[in-house]
């Protein structure tokens, strides 16, 4: 089971810090990832880490602005949120990967049920 949170409303510009943390299952040897799905619109990819945390991965839009971070041994995965911009309002979900490339929704089995993010302009 994922549990997000950390979202809320922030001016543009601002930061947040949406963090997932883990239960019932041991994440810490899976690739982890965020998405997001705003209003009408489809989920889509923000971010993911390898089960190592040395690989990263970003959407053109949120790079240089979002880092995807995981502490193991509290089983958590974090998104640093900076500068943030009207058009990243959504709702945030984090996810656990099967297979698949770390892109696509299709590829991660367990999601959680998500945090809303709300950048006012």
């Known amino acids: 089971q994922l549990q997000a949170s950390g979202g809320g409303l922030v001016q543009a510009g601002g930061s947040l810090r949406l963090s997932c943390t883990a239960s019932g299952r041991t994440f810490s040897s899976y690739a982890m990832g965020w998405f997001r799905q705003a209003p009408g619109k489809e989920r889509e990819f923000v971010a993911a880490?390898?089960?190592?945390?040395?690989?990263?991965y970003y959407a053109d839009s949120v790079k240089g602005r979002f880092t995807i971070s995981r502490e193991k041994a509290k089983n958590t995965l974090c998104l640093q949120m900076n500068n943030l911009k009207p058009e990243d309002t959504a709702v945030y979900y984090c996810?656990?990967?099967?297979?698949?490339?770390?892109?696509?929704?299709?590829?991660?089995?367990?999601w959680g049920q998500g945090t809303l993010v709300t950048v006012s302009s």
């Open positions: 880490i390898s089960w190592t945390g040395g690989n990263t």
């Open positions: 996810a656990s990967k099967s297979s698949g490339s770390v892109y696509y929704s299709q590829s991660y089995d367990y």
